[in-house]
């Protein structure tokens, strides 16, 4: 049995928060363990608690055709949440939730060691770029080592806002060309490039 599988189970049984009574399914995230690109949403929405995986509403089926622009598919990528468990009508993660499901994630990242880390909405966005707003930046990244992070607005805003659909779009399109930076600029393990107060734009040409 893989890690991420030993993972999977341990999310399964997981009590640490009321969620884990009130689910129908955990949602643990799913993709290969060696993923390069690591997409990290909200939370699961009513779809996702039937099926028990991650982006397979309307949201999912924009992220697929996102994908695809860019020459993906989700097999190719690991794709989960900062929360693995519906919360009640799709309300906002609470904080005691987040940090139920924290170490999840932590470990989730440390098997997989993504060379770039999308996050998709506020809530994922706010453990790397804390205290900032979505609105503002969007699309710019930061580089702490061998990782790059970038924030874009989660695809169910995006469908209700035409033009943060555009944004996100636009925004969408970076995701190759930081992959490539990240892969043929490698630095040191204890290098470290980036801060939280440093956003970078990427051009495209």
Known sequence: MGRLEELNREIASCRKCNLGYSRTNPVPGEGPEDAEIMFIGEAPGFHEDRLG????????????????????????????????????????????????CAPYLDEQIEIIKPKVIVTLGRFSMERYFPGESISKIHGRYKRIGNTVYLPLFHPAAALRQRRWKEDLREDFHKIPELLKMVKENPVEEEEESGSNDEYQQLSLF
Not at 60 to 76: A, M, N, V, Y
């Open 53 to 100: 995986r991650p982006f397979v509403g309307a949201s999912g089926h924009f992220l697929d055709e996102l994908l695809e622009e860019i020459g993906l598919s989700r097999d190719q990528v690991f794709i989960t949440n900062v929360v693995k468990c519906r919360p009640p009508g799709n309300r906002d993660p609470k904080p005691e939730e987040l940090a139920a």
